[in-house]
């Protein structure tokens, strides 16, 4: 897919996730006033954070598809690094109120006026948190968004919330088993709190130039050594920003090539590469096989040799 499609695909679901967050948040206010509802105004507080988090990840996505500038020769990839970061905050926001919510309920004995205007409406909010859902999946399927993929995850956290909410007001209407609105609450809370880490833990690596996944750099390897006239890859070196791969080599030719010859078969590289990833900059740094210099594999490893 190309990159204009890519990002509009992008804008598309940015557009779509702050069209609901403010729909839902309306709506769980209206739901919340009427039942007095302490679950549903919690949800409701939720969505508000979920409008300043998918305003994040507009901003983010829109940012990062800015084209390269002689100040930012790799583009603004990174953006949507930082707007995951500014998710998984919102995200663990989220699961310390539910937390604060479940004790306050434990301490406090408070009273729902009327279940059924909560459950309708909340089951209206899950319906629409399923079908934005459903459109952001897709968009990262397609685009490998990491901003995106961030604005995902929260509203995940946002529908099983409103599960929560639904079954803890049918719990409460019909057995009123109180112990359970608590432990569905720390429960989500745990769940919200784990997503969030593992959400920070890619962005840090993306901001920190960690290595792409070690399948993907095999792939690379072999792509690259099936070539035929290369004799030797190393110094193989990549790193994410956003949806687009960095990916930088030494690929090893026959030095008795002539500098047309090596460059032909390095394009032949490249755009093979690029055909399984079609966003990614590949750079080719030619040497001539058997060459002894001072190379960063040779680094890692803690050797000097050349």
């Known amino acids: 897919m190309s990159s204009i499609s890519n990002n509009k695909l992008q804008n598309l679901a940015a557009i779509a996730s702050i069209t609901t967050a403010a729909l839902l948040c309306a709506l769980k206010a209206g739901a919340a006033i009427a039942s ?61 109120f539910i937390i604060y ?12 006026a009327d279940t059924t205007i909560g459950i309708a409406v909340m089951f209206i909010c899950l319906l629409c948190t399923v079908m934005l859902l459903l459109l952001q999946r897709y968009v990262i399927k397609k685009t490998q968004s990491l901003a995106i993929k961030a604005d995902s995850q929260h509203y995940l956290v946002d529908l099983l919330s409103n599960a929560a909410v639904i079954i803890s007001l049918l719990v409460v209407q019909y057995w009123h088993w109180k112990w359970f609105d608590i432990l569905t609450a720390i429960i989500i809370a745990l769940y919200l709190i784990f997503n969030a880490y593992a959400l920070a833990k890619q962005a840090l690596n993306e901001l920190t130039d ?56 390095s394009e032949k590289i490249e755009n093979r590469i690029m ?18 210099e001072r190379r960063i594999d040779h680094e890692i490893k803690g050797s000097c040799q050349l």
């Open 101 to 112: 919510d479940a004790a306050d309920r434990f301490f406090h004995n408070k009273l729902i």
């Open 275 to 292: 055909r399984d990833f079609p966003t990614a900059q590949v750079i080719i740094h030619q040497d001539p096989y058997g060459i002894k």
């Open 36 to 96: 007095g509802s302490l679950a549903v105004l919690s949800s409701m507080i939720d969505s508000l954070s979920d409008i300043a988090a998918s305003l994040i990840t507009y901003i983010a996505v829109r940012f990062a598809q800015k084209p390269m500038s002689y100040t930012h020769r790799y583009g603004y990839g990174r953006a949507e690094s930082i707007s995951a970061l500014f998710q998984a905050a919102f995200i663990i926001g989220s699961a310390l």
């Open 210 to 265: 960690a290595e792409l996944a070690e399948p993907i750099k095999q792939h690379i390897l072999q792509t690259a050594l099936a070539e035929k006239g290369v004799m030797g890859v190393h110094d193989l070196r990549t790193r994410c920003a956003g949806t687009q791969m960095f990916i930088e080599m030494h690929v090893e030719f026959d030095g008795k090539q002539t500098l047309y010859q090596t460059h032909d078969l």
